[in-house]
DNA sequence: GCTTTGAGTATGTTCAAACATACTTCGGAT
DNA sequence: ATCCGAAGTATGTTTGAACATACTCAAAGC
C-alpha cells in the first residue's frame, strides 16, 4: 500500500526503515501522539524481520525522536531540543540530526557602527563598521532563537555572503577562518515586549540568553554574538572537563 | 582477572556489556589508540552471544566514544571537544573574588532513595539511599540560589561533615576525591509558587536553571546536581575550547 | 618492480525464535 | 461498587546462525 522497503537496495534495511518512519512521524496524526505501528505489524507488513525493524526505530530513539513505552507502544517524543557541543553550538547541525526542518522567520545582513560592547570585544574604536547578521530562526512550529552577530572587520565579509547556509562551515569555506575558542556567559532573562513578540512567547517568559565571543585558531576574535533562546523546553548542554 | 558478566543479574548483559567497556576503555593503552578485544573473542570471553556484545558496543559508538571499522576493528575515539572552565562553578570562590560574603540561609543534609534520574546518573538501583543536601545561599542582600545535590554512596560520606564550607575543597581534604569533569545542562525556565518564594522572585520570574553530574579522575559520577540561580543579574560564565 | 588476485579478518546486516517484563484491561470475588 | 488478579499486548533481551562487505597483507602474475 504505501510505505515500501527494497531488500534489493544497496541501503541496509535498518536505514531504510529509519528514513521511512522519519517520514511517516512527520505526518500530523504522530505529532498529535498516535502510536507507531507495533514492530511486529511493521516487519510483517514490510516483509523484514522484527529485529530490523526494532534497529532502525532505535536509531530514532537513540536521537530522542521517538519514544518506547514497555508493554504500551512506540510514540512521538515530546520534543525537547537539546544543544550538544558536539555540534559545537550549530543551530542547523542540531535540527538536522533531530530530523527536522531549519525555517529561517528572518536573516539580516548589513554594516553598523560598533557600538561600545562590540567595540571591546573587537577591541577597535567604537564606531567602526562592522557587519551585523540578525537571524530570527526556528522550526515549521515557531521561532526557537533570535541570533544577533557581529563580524569582525579584519574578516572581509562583504556582506553578500550567503547566511542561510551553517554559518561556520560557510565561514570555513569562504574565507578559511575556523572558530575554535568560544567565551560565553550565560543567563535567564525574562522576555520583554518585542522579544517576545518576535519569539512568540508572552512577555515576561523565561529566556536563555548566550552572550559570547568567539575566536579563531590564532585566539583572534572573529564574532560576538548575542541569542536568546525560547526557554520552554530548550537546553544547553556542555561537558566540561578540568585539566 | 578478567570483567565478567552476570547473567542472572537483573541488569541486561548488554548493559553490563557497556558498563564494563566504559570502565576498560579508561586504560591508558586504549587512549593511546589499541584496538578493543574483537566482538567474536569478547562474546567468548564473556560466555555470550556477539550480538549482545554488538549491543553493548553500539551504545557506546552512538555516543561517539567508540569508532567501529568494518574489517578492522573497534578503537576509542579522537576526543574532540573539550572544555574549561575558570573558577570551576564554586560560587563561594566566585563571590569572594567579588568580595561579597556568602550566606546559607538554609542547609540541610540527609539520607533519601534515589529516585530515577539519580539512579540514572549514578548507575545505582532507585532506592538506593543516597546523601542529599540542599543549600540556599546567596549574598546579604538575598539569596541568589538554590542548590540541590545528591552525592554517590561510594564516597561514605556521613551527612555530618561541614557543608558550610567550600564544597569540592572539603570534599577533597575529607575523602580525597576530585571533580574532574561536569556534564550539564542549562535552561532558562519560569520560577513556580514554591521555588519563587525561597528565592524571594515574583512567580513566573526567570530562573536559570542548571542540571549536572559531577565526575572524578576516574571518571565516576560523585555528584548529581541541580541548581536555580535566580535570573536577575546572575551570569553563568564559561570557555570553550575546540582541539 | 609493480600490479593483481585472493585468502584472511573483523565488523555489518539480517533472520527466526523464544522468553522476560511492564503495562492495560477486563472479569470475578468480596 | 471496589479491589485484585489473570489474561492479553507490545516492547525488551538474548541467542545462534549465516552471509555481506570493507579492509589488510602477502603471494602470484605480468
Chains 1, 2 share one sequence.
Not at 528514513?19 to 496524526?29: K, S
Not at 553550538?89 to 548589513?110: C, D, H, I, T
Not at 557587519?131 to 530562526?137: I, M, N
Request: no cysteine.
Amino acid at each position: 500500500m504505501k510505505h515500501q522497503v527494497d531488500p534489493n537496495s544497496k541501503v541496509p534495511l535498518h536505514s531504510q526503515v529509519e528514513r521511512m518512519l522519519r517520514t511517516l512521524i512527520r505526518q500530523p496524526e504522530y505529532q498529535q501522539g498516535a502510536f507507531l505501528p507495533k514492530e511486529v505489524d511493521l516487519a510483517n507488513q514490510l516483509g523484514i524481520s522484527r529485529n530490523t525493524v526494532r534497529h532502525g526505530i532505535s536509531k530514532l530513539v537513540n536521537e530522542g525522536l521517538l519514544v518506547r513505552k514497555k508493554g504500551v507502544g512506540t510514540k512521538v517524543a515530546q520534543r525537547k531540543v537539546s544543544t550538544r557541543l558536539d555540534h559545537w553550538a550549530s543551530f542547523s547541525g542540531e535540527m538536522k540530526a533531530k530530523g527536522m526542518e531549519v525555517v529561517n522567520y528572518e536573516l539580516e545582513s548589513r554594516f553598523v557602527p560598533a557600538d561600545m560592547e562590540v567595540a571591546e570585544a573587537f577591541q577597535v574604536s567604537p564606531g567602526t563598521k562592522v557587519l551585523k547578521l540578525s537571524r530570527l530562526r526556528g522550526t515549521s512550529e515557531g521561532p526557537s532563537l533570535l541570533s544577533v552577530s557581529w563580524f569582525h572587520p579584519r574578516l572581509g565579509l562583504s556582506g553578500q555572503e550567503d547566511f542561510s547556509q551553517p554559518l561556520y562551515q560557510m565561514l570555513e569555506r569562504e574565507i578559511g577562518v575556523y572558530p575554535t575558542v568560544s567565551r560565553e556567559e550565560i543567563s535567564a532573562i525574562a522576555a520583554e515586549k518585542k522579544l517576545a513578540s518576535r519569539l512568540e512567547v508572552r512577555e515576561g517568559a523565561p529566556i536563555l540568553f548566550r552572550r559570547r565571543a568567539v575566536f579563531d585558531s590564532d585566539g583572534k576574535a572573529m564574532e560576538f554574538n548575542k541569542v536568546y533562546y525560547q526557554g520552554e523546553g530548550f537546553t544547553y548542554s556542555i561537558d566540561i572537563e578540568r585539566k
